[in-house]
C-alpha cells in the first residue's frame, strides 16, 4: 500500500500521532510503528504538516466538523450495542461511537454510556462561525426589546398610570 506525504500529513495534522495515522490509513498496527517513523523523518511531509498547521482555515474545518457531528450526530450505533445481548467485535468497531464520552461496566452487570453535551456543542458551533454570531446576537437585541415592550405593557395593566390621569387634580 502507498501512503502519500500529503496524505499522511493530513491525516497526522487530526491525530496528532503517526501510529493512529497508519492505523487509519489502512496498515496493521505491527506495521504502524515502522511507517510512523518513516514517514515522520521525511522533509516533505514535515512540511506538509507544517502548511497545514498553519492553515487555521483547515484546523477550524475540522474543530466545526467535530462539533456538526457532536451536536447533530446519530446514536443508533451505540443505543445498538447498549441494547445487544452480545455485540459481536465487528459491530463494536464498525460503530459510530463519535458521539460517546464515556463507556463503563457497572456493578451487577449492564454498561452505562454518557453522550457528549449537544447544547455545548451547538453553543461552540455558533460562538465560531461569525455568521451564526450575528444572527444570535441580533436575536439576542430582539428578545431584549421585545421583553422590554412587555414589561411597559405590564406596567400598564397592572395600575400604572394612563396618560390622562398623569398630572391630573383630584378634586
Known amino acids: 500500500m502507498r501512503i502519500t506525504p500529503t496524505k499522511f500529513a493530513k491525516t497526522f495534522v487530526r491525530t496528532r500521532n503517526g501510529s493512529e495515522t497508519a492505523v487509519r490509513l489502512g496498515f496493521s498496527p505491527a506495521e504502524a510503528k515502522e511507517l510512523e517513523a518513516d514517514m515522520l523523518a521525511r522533509k516533505s511531509v514535515k ?93 439576542e437585541f430582539l428578545n431584549a426589546v421585545y421583553a422590554g415592550s412587555q414589561d411597559i405593557d405590564d406596567m400598564d395593566m397592572d395600575g400604572g398610570e394612563d396618560d390622562e390621569e398623569y398630572g391630573a387634580e383630584k378634586g
Open 47 to 139: 512540511k506538509a504538516i507544517r502548511k497545514l498547521d498553519n492553515e487555521d482555515i483547515q484546523n477550524l474545518c475540522y474543530v466545526k466538523t467535530g462539533l456538526s457531528r457532536l451536536a447533530f450526530g446519530s446514536i443508533n450505533d451505540a443505543a445498538a450495542l447498549l441494547f445487544a445481548d452480545e455485540p459481536t467485535r465487528a459491530e463494536v468497531l464498525s460503530a459510530d461511537l463519535f458521539n460517546v464520552s464515556e463507556i463503563k461496566k457497572v456493578k451487577g452487570g449492564g454498561v452505562e454510556m454518557k453522550f457528549y453535551d449537544r447544547q455545548k456543542a451547538l453553543e461552540k458551533l455558533v460562538e465560531l462561525d461569525p455568521e451564526l454570531k450575528e444572527v444570535s446576537a441580533a436575536q
